[in-house]
DNA sequence: GCCGTTTTCGGCCCGACTGTTTTCAGTCG
């Protein structure tokens, strides 16, 4: 059992704790213990062995007991008992939008409902209307979230929500009255999947109901959830929420800091401004005397704080207060910073453009050096490449190496993981490639043991440059298999081998919560796009994107290096 | 259930919006 398994634990416990109607602030204890484990970088076994949980903040008498059972004995007796008392259901129906742990008890309790299908049947019903405290528009509204929920939509990949979100930033704008307009909310923080968009803006007065009007009636907009005088929420034809908030520039940094949030960070911003004698709302930062204190920006509003500025993507209350006090916040790494683009597949196994053309789009993008991958011959479904079509790959680089200035192909393979985590070719064609990235495609549902004794072979193989999407997870379709990161990344470090990044918005598999991980441990991270085409090379910026939340710095990054430097580390 | 420059009890972040009320609880971010 390691941190994560107790967090999610504690996470879990919370929620059941706020459904029975315990005391809030105790499920809010269960659910600050459970953000605590997560973000530390300690080995909890450790914790435990060496009576060390009471160091760590909001684990106290109760909780460490608690934390002791899970670890030592795999199960936590309170926790079961409150499991017994609520059954999966009602668990499920606490995610619908609108319905949080006291309505949720009343429906359950009251309708004896249990699930999200007898709900909705008890709202065809018009028993949900006639409970009290509820009424007509909730149930309709209760109906609405089932029915989108059935569609499967209620989270969205990152690259859809910028594009969605991009386009009402564009639309507002352009509106007159406005003054400066931004992405805020999770997409701010470049989290991989997203719930809703929340766009903010600020505007002279007399403005602020005419923009919002704008942006109520724009014509991707197919129904209006909330439409106030300072926010409104709409739903887009592609399926996504999307708030505007419309402030004065005064406040708008205030609100900008507040409506990127995560919440978590925000809570701890208050309560830090309340330990300061201060006030921080999304209008602003006050003295006890109501006096407030202006800010022209989101670097201000943390200084006034006695804070760095911390970056959007950093915000999740996951160790960046205690960096920033110790002024170990990382530089993070950016678009500019990258050199090289690795993990390109070409039309010889499943992707759609020739070297040549990949090299010409590559170097237009401005990188140094270009390495293909393509499919390995078990990859049978992706028109994997045999020997010969290895051999004829490579002299169709050297011809374009020839040909081209300015960029440097390298001769890379996407190699198949075999069952027991033996690569794809034998050692003397391995021998050729310039570097090989090793990737599971088959065999999925091994056990966490299966799985990473597989990976962990595969890593020790001395041809193996980078470890390929690691988790094999498709975002909001299939979960990664189980392995143990903990001990992968340990590996890599001990064999100097790479783990890769996929920079597609489908994957983004290392999870930005383990970079941090591998960086402590000096594992490189490869920010590769998996790229299937010339688009698809721009993938590259989503998963630096993504990479900036896992705290990872230009000297963490693979494909940072100089193409001397990239082929030091591949051949050592 | 945690925590302490309000320190062993009594707090625990803050405000908008909605829907149901008839002054406010619940939810959300």
Not at 96 to 125: H, M, Q, S
Not at 178 to 205: F, K, N, P, Q, Y
Not at 409 to 430: A, H, P, Q, R, V
Request: hydrophobic fraction near 40%.
């Amino acid at each position: 059992m390691n941190a994560t398994d107790v967090a999610n634990i504690f996470e879990e416990i919370a929620t059941l704790l706020e459904l029975t109607g315990a005391n809030p602030f105790r499920a809010r204890a269960y659910q600050n213990a459970g953000r605590a484990l997560e973000s530390t970088t300690e080995d909890i076994e450790a914790l435990v062995r060496e009576d060390r949980l009471g160091e760590v903040s909001g684990i106290g008498k109760g909780l460490a007991a608690s934390i002791v059972e899970l670890v030592t004995t795999g199960s936590l007796k309170d926790y079961d008992e409150l499991r017994e008392k609520v059954p999966d259901g009602v668990l499920e129906i606490l995610e619908l939008p609108g319905l949080g742990p006291k309505r949720v008890r009343r429906i359950w309790e009251d309708l004896g409902v249990t699930n999200i299908g007898e709900l909705e049947y008890a709202c065809r019903e018009n028993r949900l209307a006639a409970l009290d405290g509820f009424g007509a528009k909730t149930q309709a509204n209760v109906l609405k979230a089932i029915a989108f929920r059935m569609q499967g939509r209620d989270r969205h990949l990152y690259h859809r929500a910028r594009a969605a979100a991009e386009s009402i930033l564009e639309l507002v704008r352009a509106q007159s009255g406005v003054i400066r307009a931004e992405i805020a909310g999770s997409l701010r923080r470049h989290r991989e999947t997203i719930g809703d968009l929340d766009i903010l803006a600020s505007a002279t007065d007399d403005a602020r109901s005419g923009i919002i009007d704008a942006f109520v009636q724009n014509d991707d907009v197919v129904d209006v959830i909330a439409h106030g005088s300072t926010k409104s929420s709409v739903r887009l034809k592609s399926g996504i929420n999307a708030d505007l908030r419309v402030v004065s520039d005064e406040e708008y940094p205030f609100a900008l800091a507040y409506f990127t949030g995560s919440k978590e960070h925000n809570t701890v911003l208050r309560g830090r401004a309340k330990r300061d004698g201060l006030k921080l709302n999304e209008y602003g930062l006050f003295r006890e005397n109501g006096e407030s204190i202006p800010c022209e920006d989101e670097s201000n509003l943390y200084r006034a704080l006695g804070l760095p500025y911390i970056p959007p993507e950093l915000r999740e209350d996951m160790g960046e207060f205690d960096a920033a006090e110790r002024n170990e916040l990382p530089q993070l790494v950016t678009m500019d910073d990258i050199r090289g683009i690795l993990h390109v597949h070409t039309n010889r196994s499943d992707g759609i453009n020739t070297v040549e053309q990949l090299a010409n789009a590559a170097r237009a993008l401005g990188v140094e050096y270009l390495g293909i991958a393509d499919h390995s011959r078990s990859a049978f479904y992706a028109g994997g490449l045999s020997e010969d079509d290895v051999r004829a790959q490579w002299d169709e680089i050297d011809s374009v190496n020839e040909q081209l200035d300015g960029i440097t192909i390298l001769k890379g393979i996407e190699s198949d993981i075999t069952s027991d985590g033996g690569l794809d070719y034998d050692d003397e064609l391995l021998s050729g490639f310039d570097f090989v990235i090793a990737s599971v495609h088959s065999r999925l549902g091994m056990n966490e043991q299966e799985a990473t004794t597989r990976l962990l072979r595969a890593v020790d193989h001395p041809a193996t440059t980078i470890l390929g999407h690691p988790t094999g997870r498709l975002l909001l379709a299939r979960e990664g298999y189980p392995v143990d990161m903990a001990r992968v990344i340990e590996r890599c470090a001990e064999r100097g081998v790479a783990i890769e990044l996929n920079a597609s918005p489908h994957r983004l598999d290392l999870d930005w919560r383990w970079c941090r991980r591998a960086r402590e441990h000096s594992v490189v991270i490869a920010i590769n796009p998996d790229a299937h085409s010339i688009d698809g090379l721009r993938d590259t910026e989503i998963g630096v994107a993504v990479g900036r939340k896992g705290w990872l710095e230009r000297s963490d990054v693979l494909n940072t290096r100089t193409l001397d430097e990239f082929r030091a580390f591949a051949n050592k």
